[in-house]
């Protein structure tokens, strides 16, 4: 920066200088662990790779016997992220993709906003194809614990959110 002032207004001018040039905190980081889970009436027990929390709150929130895991993936983003997306294949054949804003970060509250959600997958089953599609507009997630975004069909499949907030960079 080049300033060509008279020396009376110098002093001034730095000072204004001085004031404005603060430092800006990098924004935290955030990891984001994503489960794409589906819940299925067919007997047998859940699948053990879902963490012990989830596999226990799960029957709470759907009346389902089983829930299987068809991808895990951990997206890192940072808070006030604009567009952060993943785009994964399944575990039996298939694709799914998620779109989503990170908005603010309450650190008093431990509280991760989101909007923009979007989520989407492709299941290959047998020789049948399906697809699972939702949107939400906001979620409010709180750091370590699980969100389940959104659930659809007669065999619901869930996308399940577990934040994790890192400090910037």
Not at 46 to 62: F, K
Not at 75 to 90: F, H, I
Not at 125 to 133: K, L
Request: with cysteine; glycine share 8%.
């Amino acid at each position: 920066l080049v300033v060509r002032e008279t020396p009376a207004n110098q002093k001034t001018v730095a000072a204004v200088l001085e004031a404005i040039d603060v430092a800006v905190a990098p924004s935290p980081d955030v990891l984001l662990t994503l489960w794409i889970v589906r819940a299925t009436a067919s007997a047998g027990a859940s699948d053990e790779r879902i963490p012990e929390a989830l596999r226990t709150e799960l029957p709470r929130l759907l009346p389902y016997p089983r829930f299987e895991v068809l991808g895990v993936a951990l997206l890192r983003t940072q808070v006030g992220d604009e567009s952060a997306s993943l785009e994964m294949d399944l575990e039996k054949g298939g694709l799914a993709q998620v779109e989503l804003r990170v908005g603010p970060y309450d650190a008093s509250r431990q509280v991760l906003e989101l909007a923009g959600c979007k989520f989407g997958c492709r299941i290959l089953e047998a020789e049948a194809q399906r697809e699972v599609e939702f949107r939400t507009t906001a979620a409010t997630l709180r750091e370590g614990e699980f969100t389940v975004l959104g659930a659809v069909g007669q065999e619901p499949v869930l996308l399940v959110v577990q934040p994790r907030i890192e400090s910037g960079r």
